[in-house]
């Protein structure tokens, strides 16, 4: 059966998008000052032969895409080239429906393929299949959009029985190995009744961040936005802080988590977590913090609300029992957590939290969502330091999900002027104040981006 609403991909294409961070941005091993955005854009046909095109856009984030020893640009330049051949595949596709439904079989059966043959012509090591997901998501993004702009409707009004025409029950198995949990299910089932307009805004505490007026060394940037963590916490109100650690150095981790824990009590701050960007090898690294943090300083270990991420991204070539660090505090995947397959396996070994995320796939993210949601894991919508177009899906899916607690948004500490021209029809998305963001000038039709009034 199909409906009337279906559409086909009839165009696609891509441009790149050079930003440079006023302050540098460590992820892991790597520290990161500029980044490229790919911002694509999808033109779908209706049944009755009318079209709409859509946008996209995602940072391809190289160090967190890709982590390696392998040099920076030639990672990047191939990044690049996966999202340019992508264009064309995705041109030419040729199936019909929802965009749940193109999107998820595009992906099955067109990405890997596609992801595997450019890897067999690489003359380094191959290219991670996260960065293969992350390549697609700007044109899967684009393609959800250009389905509401074709409808007029609101895209998150469409994951229902009446545009689409599977179930979920044709997407998920549950943990048992059966459908029909997600028999009669759609994605908009597992969405929040009312999702908000103003949500908490979580504050990226990089490794690289001065937190203390001693750190300063005078080269920090005089651009009229904050250093220091203070100045941020009172600027914005901030009330969320994600603190990055290094996961390989365990007296810094541990200090870091109390001199950001006693800043945030000082100046009024109620919630912490930790990311580990994936560079802890073993459980007891995060057990021995965290046991250290109850007797020494118990208000900040009170004032983590979760962990994030500490151990390796392949989740299948690193099958850690986790169940003692989830006793702890709840676990959440995120690099790790590529697929609704992944959260399947990470949740038997103990994970018991999903850090979703656009550039994994609009199309991902919500099968991801539901997954999850079913099995009673708890949620976060997890930034890839979204600039432009891409913060508004991402603060989108956040407020349709329902999340532990708001959702992070960074860009506007790492390039607030990449997003001057969205910031004056969306001012509230990227500014957060009285440590939130503002979502009540989304509307429109798909993502409500409102392209027409943005200059």
């Known amino acids: 059966m199909t409906k009337q609403t279906d559409v086909v991909v ?28 790919a911002r694509a854009s999808v033109t779908v046909e209706g049944k009755n032969g009318k079209t709409a095109t859509g946008a996209g ?124 949990r997600f028999r009669g299910k759609y994605p908009q089932d597992f969405f929040v009744s009312q999702p908000p307009r103003q949500m908490p805004a979580w504050h990226l505490v990089g490794g690289k961040d001065p937190i203390a007026a001693s750190e300063l060394t005078g080269a920090e940037p005089k651009d009229g936005y904050p250093v220091l963590l203070r100045d941020w916490i009172k600027r914005d109100g901030l009330n969320c802080l994600k603190v990055k650690l290094r996961g390989n150095d365990m007296q810094w981790d541990y200090q870091r988590l109390v ?77 790790s957590c590529h697929n609704w397959r992944l959260i399947r396996l990470g949740r038997s070994l103990g994970w018991t939290g999903v850090a979703l995320k656009t550039c994994k796939t609009q199309t991902g993210a919500l099968l991801s969502m539901c997954w999850a949601k079913a099995h009673g894991m708890t949620l976060m919508v997890q930034d890839l330091t979204n600039p432009m177009l891409a913060q508004i899906p991402h603060c989108l899916l956040a407020a349709h999900a329902g999340t532990i607690m708001g959702v992070e948004t960074n860009a506007m500490q790492f390039y607030p002027d990449a997003s001057l021209a969205q910031e004056k029809v ?29 200059q």
């Open 10 to 37: 009839r165009d696609a294409n891509v441009k790149f998008i050079p930003v440079t961070l006023r302050v540098p941005l460590k992820f892991g091993a790597e520290t990161l000052v500029h980044i490229t955005c």
């Open 57 to 180: 856009e995602t940072p391809l984030s190289v160090p967190w895409v890709w982590p390696s020893s392998l040099a920076y640009q030639p990672r990047e330049d191939a990044l690049r080239e996966f999202t340019s051949i992508l264009a064309d595949e995705w041109s030419t596709f040729g199936a019909s429906g929802h965009p749940m439904e193109v999107g998820e079989d595009f992906q099955k059966q067109t990405l890997d393929n596609v992801h595997h043959k450019f890897n067999a012509a690489l003359s380094h090591e191959p290219m991670p299949h996260l960065a293969a997901l992350v390549a697609c998501s700007p044109y899967d993004i684009a393609l959800h959009d250009a389905f509401g702009m074709l409808h007029d409707v609101p895209v998150y009004e469409t994951y229902n029985a009446k545009f689409m025409n599977r179930d979920l029950a044709d997407f998920l198995i549950d943990a048992q190995g059966s459908s029909d």
């Open 259 to 335: 001199d950001v824990g006693l800043i945030a009590i000082d100046e009024g701050v109620d919630w912490l977590t930790t990311d580990f960007n994936c560079m802890v090898t073993e459980p007891d690294y995060v057990n021995e913090i965290l046991d250290r943090l109850v007797l020494e300083n118990p208000r900040v270990y009170g004032m983590i609300l979760y962990v994030e991420q500490p151990f390796p991204y392949d989740l299948e070539a690193n099958q850690i029992d986790v169940h003692s660090v989830s006793a702890r505090k709840p676990l959440f995947m995120d690099e």
């Open 426 to 454: 969306h001012p509230g998305l990227y500014r957060r104040r009285n440590g939130q963001v503002d979502l009540s000038t989304i509307r429109g039709p798909g993502f409500g981006y409102r392209l027409n009034e943005i």
